[in-house]
């Protein structure tokens, strides 16, 4: 046989692979000439940031993996793929051989890596032997010289605080607006001047308020001028995984105590006296403050760490310590009982969301009993939160949905209870929609405006009105774009100029993490969906205009405490904005980035294919376009918002704006 029979098909560019690329440059699939400032980067007026590769060493090829477990004859008893990771399941990105030849496949399914697990966070890691260092470096005491502190050089000013009562008043300021799991305190929190100015000397010395001043010292301090300096980034990133870990080792001190006690059903009895502190908030429950500490940090992990597993991992043991105290029956009315409700029902929230975002099913329904455990969602719940808890719960079945989905199409197995699951989903999001518009006003619900739990009502209903619309763009979505790859094809054909190649030589391992999901198979246009691609497009249309909009009304941190009844930006007359501070709504902002994204690459290719004709018809199509630019700019606007705090949303917000770029580019 001749060696000439199994050539490659040919790479698509002239010139050699590249050895060196910045990652702005991997995520936008251009040529990047490796120079410590690129010019791609230079004319952009972007960071240049280059890391080590993650790929090398020996190649552990399919094969001789195959052979390795048959000469092993099966003896050595290792876990299950699940067990190891728990997105095993997930799809993993496609190796270049394998996707199709043509500009308009790569450039969608590119665009569908947008509504895979994680799609462009980034990886942020430190060596744990590195981090007891710096913890004991951070806290030096008093009778030392602080020339090595935040105010040596008064360059590097971050937010340390100097009490319990200090850290719990700026987690009523910045995270209790959009994650409400303590109850309202019986006064408002003060203003922010009570940052430390001096060499911090004050460790918290509970879970609770370790993990509260991991995420707050990830917010620029107002006095920095340059938030984004990479000096400042990593002091600031320091800091919070000192304190994130400090967290962690409380918890296991803490709970390994909890096993001892007689009575643990008993805990508002038992709570100060089990664990000998005094509490962190005058209604929580010391006994819970381990809790609410593993879900503050499953979204620590997620946006910062950029950690999907850890993300995971963290809900889940909140969840296991969260059912190990029965919360989810606690009816007693004591002066812990709206303590017990709120850390259990976002404990709830919290293991959805990490599940949703890791597109995995709940394995906890497998376990007898606990089904019934996770459902208990109708009773002695707040209009605001019933809506929250169960805008969240579809959420998850949507993902559910479009997991078992995946699968019958990639095994071509039977798909047709995929019309009426579908209709049922669509007409529960509606109805749930509709309740969201017609319940009453928050000032009804919460009558003190200067509540910290007024504006996180008002919050909590947009949240659940966002969570609905991202879940109709879930399950509508492939039914809106199958055909736009065949659409895409004839503009491609049409065009004397193609879409810009995608340079096979770039490594993925390198890039933010990006899942790409391969191309539609032919056999899922024959799927018989209870809509017609217009309509489900005029949804997923309608789902991500409201979805921007919603996300750009969300209320920023207000540390002056000023009335506002607009949702302005709370924070002028600051030097630098300020995030907000809990990201929960990442994954919607990219859901309706991706689908705003789809339907301009579809109007693009009407335009192109001439379906439209010219004239009128012609320019409508491109104010459309220009309509859904203006609302991909609110999805960035948002995601970069979230990204002064968390690093590894930085990938996020490049990865959508390279993509804007790249379908709006002339």
């Known amino acids: 046989m001749n060696p000439g029979e199994f050539k490659r098909p040919s790479r698509r560019f002239n010139e050699p692979p590249v050895k060196l690329a910045c990652l702005s440059c991997r995520a936008l699939r251009i040529r990047c000439d490796g120079q410590a400032e690129c010019a791609n980067c230079i004319a952009k007026g972007r960071s240049c940031c280059y890391v080590p590769s993650r790929r090398g060493g020996p190649r552990n090829c399919l094969a001789r993996r195959n052979r390795g477990t048959v000469a092993g004859g099966g003896a050595t008893d290792l876990p299950s793929t699940e067990e190891i990771n728990p997105l095993a399941g997930s799809p993993t990105p496609m190796e270049p051989e394998a996707r199709s030849n043509t500009g308009a496949d790569e450039w969608v399914s590119q665009l569908s890596g947008l509504c895979g697990p994680g799609a462009g966070l980034r990886n942020v890691e430190m060596p744990l032997a590195e981090i007891d260092s710096i913890f004991d470096s951070i806290f030096t005491p008093l009778s030392k010289d602080p020339s090595d502190s935040q105010t040596s050089s008064g360059t590097n000013r971050i937010r340390i605080y100097d009490s319990n009562e200090d850290l719990l008043d700026a987690y009523y300021i910045f995270i209790h607006p959009y994650f409400p799991i303590l109850p309202p305190l019986e006064r408002l929190p003060v203003t922010t001047s009570s940052i430390s100015e001096k060499a911090p000397s004050f460790e918290p010395s509970n879970p609770l308020g370790r993990a509260i001043a991991a995420i707050l010292v990830l917010i620029p301090h107002p006095n920095e001028k340059e938030p984004s300096r990479p000096a400042y980034v990593k002091i600031r990133r320091d800091f919070a995984h000192c304190f994130a870990k400090s967290a962690l080792d409380a918890v296991e001190m803490d709970y390994e105590r909890l096993q001892f006690c007689k009575n643990p059903q008993d805990h508002h009895a038992e709570g100060v006296e089990a664990f000998r502190r005094e509490p962190f908030h005058p209604k929580l429950p010391v006994s819970l403050e381990g809790v609410v500490a593993l879900a ?124 009426s699951r579908m209709a049922q989903l669509d007409s529960q999001m509606a109805s749930l929609l509709l309740l969201c518009r017609h319940a009453p006003s928050v000032s009804e619900m919460v009558p003190p405006s200067d509540s910290p739990d007024f504006i996180a009502s008002k919050a909590m209903r947009a ?181 002064i705090a968390y690093e590894a949303l930085h990938g996020v917000r490049d990865e959508i704006s390279q993509a804007i770029e790249r379908e709006f580019r002339s």
Not at 353 to 375: D, F, I, W
Not at 592 to 621: D, E, F, I, N, P
């Open 463 to 643: 949240c659940a009105e966002i969570r609905l619309h991202t879940a109709r763009i879930k399950i509508h979505r492939l039914c809106a774009f199958q055909d736009i790859t065949a659409i895409s094809k004839r503009a491609e054909d049409l065009e004397t100029t193609p879409l810009d190649p995608i340079d096979g030589s770039l490594e993925p391992g390198n890039s933010p993490i990006y899942i790409q999901d391969p191309p539609i198979p032919s056999h899922a246009h024959n799927l018989s969906f209870p809509f017609s691609s217009d309509e489900s497009s005029k949804i997923c249309l309608h789902a991500a205009f409201n979805v921007v909009v919603l996300l750009d009304n969300l209320p920023y941190p207000n540390p002056t405490n000023e009335i506002c009844e607009t949702s302005a930006f709370l924070s002028l007359g600051l030097e630098t904005e300020l995030p907000r501070a809990m990201p929960t709504l990442v994954c919607c902002a990219m859901q309706a980035g991706y689908a705003l994204l789809m339907l301009c690459v579809k109007a693009r290719a009407l335009q192109h294919t001439g379906r439209v004709g010219s004239g009128q018809l012609a320019t409508s199509l491109t104010g459309f376009r220009d309509e859904l630019y203006q609302s991909l700019q609110l999805v960035i606007k948002c995601l970069g918002n979230y990204s």
């Open 296 to 419: 503050l940090l499953s979204v620590y992990e997620y946006a910062q760490q950029g950690h999907l597993e850890r993300m995971l991992h963290r809900a889940s043991q909140a969840l296991a310590l969260a059912l190990s105290m029965s919360l989810h029956e606690a009816l007693d009315e004591d002066v812990f009982a709206e303590a017990r409700r709120r850390t259990w029902w976002m404990t709830y929230i919290v293991i959805c969301q990490a599940l949703a975002v890791n597109h995995m099913v709940c394995r906890y329904h497998s376990k007898p009993g606990v089904h019934k455990e996770l459902t208990f969602i109708a009773t002695n719940v707040r209009l605001g939160w019933k809506l929250l808890v169960e805008a969240q719960q579809t959420l998850l079945e949507s993902a559910t949905f479009t997991r078992d989905l995946d699968q019958a199409i990639k095994s071509g197995s039977d798909a047709s209870w995929v019309l």
